[in-house]
């Protein structure tokens, strides 16, 4: 028989109290709103969309046909793996407390830091991204840009109103989310069905055909010309990487929903699943409804509401391209919510400057306040300095970092340290998984830190830097990291 929300949610505070917390978040998500958190955050509606032409103009139909599904079965391994350690130790600290227990202080340390910008930079990365979509497929058609003035002052409008929400606590962001991912599943099929049926003519070969689209657009070109079609293939892994991404958001709202050490895990690989088949046929149908290949290249970032205005009437054209802009804003806001209780977990360790105003908890909404505004600011402040390719590259750098730092680990401790596992695990293919998770994230970094991501080596390179620094000159002998009940579980 099962369980009432009153006894599922008197459970998981029993476990997180045995983890060394005690319940302070609202827990009421459902184990699909968890779901519905990270499949929102990937939305293939945004990054499928607004980073198709990295996929495009690098080896054409065949980094779409091939290069997605490839990534994609990457992104599922990091995702089992991850799954496995969320049902042991589900708590909002997510990678920060797995990367403590299986790795030790230093690399808790790190992954809390890896993902925190992360999580801000993909939220920055979003509301950028929507941004330029909604003049692409709203706009006057001169191809001018906008005054930066004005781009600004939409992101700060975008963030405050996603910031409001997540302010008022995780009822009304729930339901939102929920929404959401109900929106994208349905325009997403919508989309699908239009394109196909919009096509002039279904050429399949193009989904194995490599061609050579560097140096297009040539105003602005997403890849420097070059002949070396191989290596262009292989950039192209940028684009289904920069989609598929986010999925830590289960484990960062665990201590908010109900049966935790089953839903959590759940949500992380039902999230990767669902986007990377979906996405796939997404993407593919983009690509199969597009008149020309080339002339779609040329187009560089406008190339989706091209194809989208190319093959469906200007009624349901501009539908779903609202939607998709809906999409995106909710995105943005499932984005907040993750990284304010990433913040939030961080800081109740003592992990971040002024940690005690930004591990507060609003005592009515019983909503991470403070680390909501926090979070809210910063990638404000990142969107202002910094254009969308170079935030895409170093946020998913970043974030695949601090996925792969605590199951690497879980690697070492696998069976010795490490033996006790929750209700979702996936036995002995673990470290076979971690092993490939691993060796994947290394050559995505090789990969994110090609030209014309230069800024991002910069970004990166410094970052590591003063983290290093910090480390090593402070934080090494100040920081305790989680409670001891935490790590007594290994």
């Not at 560097?214 to 990487?241: H, I, K, M, T, Y």
């Not at 205005?309 to 999409?327: H, M």
């Amino acid at each position: 028989m099962k369980e009432n929300p009153a006894s599922e949610a008197s459970g998981d505070e029993a476990l997180l109290e045995s983890l060394g917390y005690r319940q302070e978040l609202a827990r009421g998500m459902s184990g699909f709103s968890n779901f519905a958190l990270s499949l929102s955050i990937i939305c293939i509606l945004a990054g499928g969309i607004t980073s198709f032409h990295v996929g495009l103009c690098s080896a054409g139909g065949a980094s779409i046909g091939i290069g997605w599904p490839l990534v994609c079965l990457f992104s599922l391994c990091v995702a089992l793996t991850m799954a496995q350690v969320a049902s042991a130790f589900p708590t909002a600290g997510g990678l920060y407390h797995w990367g403590t227990i299986l790795g030790g202080r230093t690399c808790g340390w790190f992954t809390a830091w890896f993902n925190l910008v992360g999580l801000i930079t993909v939220m920055a990365a979003i509301n950028s991204g929507a941004f330029d979509f909604a003049v692409s497929a709203f706009g006057d058609g001169s191809g001018a840009a906008p005054p930066e003035w004005l781009r600004r002052l939409v992101i700060v409008g975008m963030t405050l109103a996603q910031g409001l929400l997540n302010h008022y606590g995780i009822r009304w962001t729930t339901r939102l989310v929920d929404a959401s991912g109900w929106l994208i599943l349905i325009t997403a099929a919508i989309l699908i069905a239009g394109l196909f049926h919009g096509a002039s003519r279904l050429e399949w070969s193009r989904l194995w055909t490599f061609s050579n689209f560097s140096g297009l657009p040539e105003a602005d070109p997403v890849f420097p010309r070059q002949g070396n079609v191989a290596w262009l293939f292989a950039l192209g892994f940028l684009f289904p990487a920069y989609t598929i991404t986010g999925f830590d958001a289960s484990a960062h709202t665990a201590e908010e929903t109900l049966r935790a050490a089953t839903n959590v895990p759940k949500g992380i690989v039902r999230s990767v699943v669902v986007s990377s088949l979906l996405g796939w046929i997404l993407v593919v149908a983009i690509l199969l409804a597009m008149p020309d290949l080339r002339t779609g290249a040329m187009k560089g970032p406008n190339v989706t509401p091209w194809v989208i205005r190319s093959a469906l009437s200007p009624g349901w054209a501009a539908a779903l391209l609202g939607a998709i802009l809906l999409s995106q804003f909710l995105c943005g806001l499932a984005a907040l919510t993750s990284a304010s209780r990433m913040t939030y977990a961080f800081a109740r360790d003592g992990g971040l400057p002024f940690s005690g105003p930004l591990s507060r908890v609003h005592a009515k909404t019983k909503s991470p306040s403070v680390a909501v505004w926090f979070t809210a600011l910063s990638g404000v402040a990142f969107t202002t300095f910094v254009s969308y390719t170079t935030i895409a590259a170093v946020c998913t750098l970043f974030l695949y970092l601090s996925y792969v730092l605590p199951v690497a680990a879980g690697f070492k401790a696998h069976g010795r340290t490490w033996s006790r596992m929750g209700p979702w695990h996936v036995g002995a293919w673990y470290r076979p998984l971690a092993l490939a998770s691993s060796l994947g994230c290394a050559a995505l970094i090789l990969l994110g830190l090609q030209p014309p991501n230069d800024g991002a080596v910069w970004i990166v390179g410094s970052v590591m830097a003063f983290l290093l620094a910090v480390w090593f000159g402070w934080e090494r002998r100040r920081f305790r990291g989680p409670p001891a009940a935490l790590r007594a579980l290994t």
